[in-house]
């Protein structure tokens, strides 16, 4: 027999089977700054999971041992962080987190004030009805999404209208779509919560939507498949016999949505969850060595380098990220922990320098970590939101993006060759001063009232104390000097020497502007080889980079020249547009420019990154009509962009359009903070970390090993 249960007001329940319900808890109160839209709901209803679990025992087993389970109070990483924004910036202010994190305390009304540990909504995280209730996004972030107050059928197992009736309550459009994940997976600070400026934070649904993944158009040649955020984040997995109901083929989505939370997975009783979060982070940074300068001798691939004795020694690490459909790290960009650590030793084994946290606490290491300065010039470390004051620099990687890291040392008078570097990036999900910060609060009678509170519900009282796993991401080996041929590489050092190549020339074109010269000398020759072998794709990538390197210098017949080479052996291809585009961007010809572009935003309709680059091409060219409408189309992608507020203001101004001055103001409001450029000064001359990590290329000096340990000190 059917059953409904209602998300607004609840009618009746037959055959009832779950007894009575609790009373109906409304929603009327003003929900901001959160961005979250509801009707009046039932938040007792959102609220219950076990019917869900009745009919669907692998899913639910799934999220019971996920972050979105876990995602409230009873998070102690969370509620550290919460209950801090909460005492300086105000119990109301926090709603700006609830809406993703705590979406039920927030419909309720209980966020607005001491949430305590007897309140069962600080421990029901993120439900599957709240997911499963979304019936529109916006691409805002901050929870922008509206839920439905819509009836949720329980159908009757034996009758297949009642079943599609209830599939399709829960399974509306936005379900299997990037947008709902990006709902919460994008968020932004500012005036509603106490900052001065307006703050871009995660981001990973506007760098999927501008990634191959997404099939935007890249800068350079690229062949990934396409996925969005469910087809990386919910594989596939065997069905158990009571799970059939609800498999297609013998499978279900996994729910664990297992990435990077490898410090809540390993306390979790599932190990599968464990399994999979480490599996999403190996192999999702390819490294490798890549040019090397002993003394004054360049060479262009590590094991071509010979070595004499006590002379310099100069390399530098290369990390490609070709299998993350966003940045890595990804979603909150300054909590990660990911460094690259670096060893030499010599034919002996005997280890002669590193980089990597030693015994004496130097961090000394390049962290894959984006940067906040709060309002004194100091790096903000341990993620309070509310005292950011503006960006410093960020050294996550974007999807399919190469980033060079150097080092350097002096080789010993008499050494014994060939030397061995081993390189590899680390991750470990919170610094370590963060995971302090979240021990001590769990330590306290708040948060052991909470862990007992977490074991009474009979969840895991998750301990921010326990020692966090370390993954290695990614990692290779390689030999300089006499001997260096006969020893065998590893990891993206023993790819081919073309896609090696090739992966220098894409790093070094991030060089500045006076040193991009030097990835002429790495593309060339994977030009040459992939010419001799005869592989016109390979071909094409080359041409593509030493296009991207002349439109960099400026020189705009050579890169279209290098561009109509690569057209000859791939055909017509968006990827040309965008270079040919920039190339006449840099040179000011923007008539030539907007056509250009304009292909590339045909066929990249969903990348705002086209459509900015479109609006400014238009602009520039007094065309304010056609600069209006794309960057109204970028703006329904990215609606805090600020150059594209800037187009659409100044557009509005040229047409003369009565909505110009509140253009003006939003774009003013959307701006980077006018104290960035002081207080990106003062950080520099106080902070090596902002001397050296905001350049293109950082410059890493190995230390001896005399100190150094296993990877258990804060990099950060």
């Known amino acids: 027999m059917a059953r409904w249960f209602f998300t607004g007001l609840l009618l009746g329940v037959v055959g009832c089977s779950y007894g009575v319900p609790e009373p109906v808890r409304s929603v009327s109160h003003d929900l901001a700054p959160s961005l979250l839209d509801a009707a009046p709901l039932d938040v007792s209803r959102l609220a219950k999971t076990d019917d869900c679990a009745d009919c669907h025992a692998d899913v639910a087993s799934h999220w019971m ?21 909460r005492a300086e910036r105000g119990e109301q202010e926090s709603r700006f987190c609830a809406g993703c994190h705590d979406p039920l305390l ?32 916006r691409p805002d972030g901050n929870a922008s999404f509206t839920l439905t107050d819509a009836a949720v059928l329980l159908p009757d197992p034996a009758s297949p209208d009642e079943i599609e009736a209830h599939r399709a309550r829960l399974t509306m459009d936005p379900l299997r779509s990037a947008a709902l994940c990006g709902s919460c997976h994008r968020s932004f600070s500012g005036s509603a919560i106490g ?86 982070l190996e192999g999702a940074i390819l490294v490798d060595v890549g040019a090397v300068r002993a003394g004054r001798r360049r060479y262009v691939l590590p094991e071509e380098a010979q070595l004499r004795g006590d002379e310099s020694l100069v390399f530098d690490v290369l990390l490609e990220n070709e299998a993350t459909g966003h940045r890595f790290p990804g979603g909150v960009r300054d909590m990660h922990d990911v460094w690259v650590e670096v060893e030499v030793s010599d034919a002996s084994g005997r280890l002669l320098a590193v ?34 004051s503006a960006p410093a620099f960020d050294r996550t990687l974007r999807a399919h993006d190469a980033q060079a890291v150097r080092y350097s040392m002096r080789v010993p008078k008499d050494p014994a060759l060939p030397l061995r570097v081993k390189a590899r990036v680390v991750h470990r999900k919170h610094s370590l001063g963060f995971q302090a910060l979240a021990c001590d609060a769990s330590r306290s009678e708040r948060g052991v009232a909470f862990a007992l509170g977490a074991n009474a519900r009979g969840k895991v009282a998750l301990d921010p104390c326990i020692e966090q796993p370390i993954t290695e991401v ?17 990891g993206g050092a023993a790819r081919p020497t073309i896609e090696r190549l090739l992966t220098q020339g894409l790093a070094l074109l991030h060089s500045k ?60 291809n968006a990827v040309l547009d965008r270079i040919r585009g920039d190339a006449y961007a840099r040179v000011w010809q923007w008539e030539s420019a907007a056509p250009a572009y304009q292909r590339v935003a045909d066929a990249s309709p969903s990348d705002s990154r086209a459509w900015r680059d479109l609006a400014r091409a238009y602009g520039s060219l007094s065309d304010d009509l056609n600069a209006l409408s794309a960057a109204d189309a970028g703006l329904r992608l990215a609606p805090r962009d600020e150059s594209l507020l800037r187009s659409r203001a100044l557009a509005l101004e040229g047409l003369g359009r009565p909505g110009a001055t509140h253009a003006k103001e939003r774009w003013l409001a959307h701006r980077a903070p006018d104290a960035q450029p002081q207080l990106l000064a003062a950080c520099e001359k106080e902070h090596q970390r902002c001397r050296r990590d905001r350049q293109p290329i950082p410059h890493y000096t190995l230390l001896p090993p005399r100190k150094a340990i296993h990877a258990s000190r804060d990099p950060g």
């Open 513 to 572: 502007q006076e040193h991009v010269q030097v990835a002429k000398t790495s593309i060339d020759r994977a030009l040459r080889l992939a010419r001799d072998s005869g592989a016109p794709e390979l071909q094409a990538r080359a041409l593509v980079l030493r296009a991207r390197l002349s439109a960099i210098q400026g020189r705009l017949n050579e890169a279209l020249a290098f561009t109509s080479r690569a057209e000859t052996l791939i055909g017509s």
């Open 355 to 388: 980089s990597r946290p030693t015994e004496d606490g130097n961090a000394d290491v390049f962290l894959l970590r984006a940067t906040m300065l709060d309002a004194t010039a100091n790096p903000e470390v341990l993620h309070r939101v509310h005292r950011f």
């Open 474 to 490: 990614g990692a290779a080996t390689v030999w300089m000097g006499r001997g260096a041929s006969g020893r065998a590489s590893t």
């Open 195 to 280: 900052n001065d400026n307006h703050l871009p934070g995660i981001g990973d649904l506007g760098d999927w939507a501008g990634s191959g993944f997404a099939g935007a158009v890249q800068d350079h040649l690229t062949a990934v498949e396409e996925r969005n955020c469910q087809g990386c984040h919910m594989q596939s997995v065997v069905a158990s016999e009571s799970e059939m109901a609800g498999a297609s083929d013998g499978t279900v989505s996994s729910h664990r949505w297992a990435a990077s939370h490898t410090a809540m997975a390993a306390q979790m009783p599932d190990p599968e969850y464990s399994q999979q979060a480490r599996e999403a």
């Open 65 to 85: 041992n996920s972050v979105h389970a876990n995602a409230s109070f009873d998070n102690p990483w969370y509620r550290a962080s919460i209950d801090q924004f």
């Open 106 to 137: 927030l419909l309720s009304g209980d966020i607005d004030a001491e949430v305590k540990p007897g309140n069962d909504l600080a421990y029901a995280g993120i439900t599957c009805l709240v997911c499963h209730s979304v019936e529109s996004t």
